[in-house]
C-alpha cells in the first residue's frame, strides 16, 4: 500500500501553507502496552506533501518530502484522497527533522 507522499500531489497550497500527512499515531508504549484508540495523542509530526510558493519578501524554507514537528492543534484537517492530511502556515512548523 502506498502512502500518500508516494502518490502525485494535485494539491497546490496557496501563499506560506503547506500541506502535510501526519504520521501514525503510536500503537504501543515503549513498554508494549497497548493504547486504545480513544487515548492516543494527535500526531505532532509529519511529512510535507506540497508547499505554496511564499510571500512576496518572505521564501519558504520547507521543501516536499521534509519530516517537521508542528503544534498540537495546529492546521486544517482535510480528507485528500482517501487520507486525512493537514493544510497550515509554515510559522506553525517548529522545526525540520533531519
Do not use: C, H, W
Not at 508504549?29 to 511564499?54: S, Y
Amino acid at each position: 500500500m502506498s502512502t500518500l507522499a508516494e502518490i502525485q500531489v494535485n494539491v497546490q497550497p496557496l501563499a506560506d501553507r503547506v500541506l502535510v500527512e501526519p504520521a501514525p499515531a503510536e500503537e504501543k508504549t515503549a513498554f508494549g502496552i497497548i493504547i486504545p484508540d480513544t487515548a492516543k495523542e494527535k500526531p505532532q509530526r509529519g511529512t510535507v506533501l506540497a508547499v505554496g510558493p511564499g510571500k512576496k519578501d518572505e521564501p519558504l524554507t520547507v521543501k516536499v518530502g521534509d519530516t517537521v514537528l508542528y503544534g498540537k492543534y495546529s492546521g486544517t484537517e482535510l480528507a485528500y484522497e482517501g487520507k486525512d492530511v493537514l493544510i497550515m502556515r509554515e510559522s506553525d512548523i517548529y522545526a525540520i527533522i533531519g
